[in-house]
């Protein structure tokens, strides 16, 4: 049996326009996902405080949650800084250096506890 190609107009990657945004360094964002909590927290503090504001620690992994879908500019900074989107808990989450090789059934929050990074600050 014959598998039919569909022709659908869309193109690779290599072949898609330059969007005039930098391109993601996947070698440093292999590093940036080895980071710890502590350092991955420093980072965007010091880096991007905006994130730092939204990120929720949820045992060593960090999660940032937004209220509608972030710009593509966005996506592609915390895609950087080695955070990844999770469909499942509508979150960008970072491994900070402890990966699972299968997703969890149960809710992280209430097993590992959580909170948020700013809170935690002094003023």
Known sequence: ??????IS??????EQPDTGLPRIDFASRRLNRRMSTSALLNLLRRGAPRFFELAEVVGRWVWIQFECEPAVETRRQLAQLGFHWNATRQAWQHPCGVYRDAGVMFDPRRKFGSYFAADMMLP
């Open 1 to 6: 049996m014959k598998t039919k190609h569909i």
């Open 9 to 14: 107009g869309l193109k690779s990657r290599s």
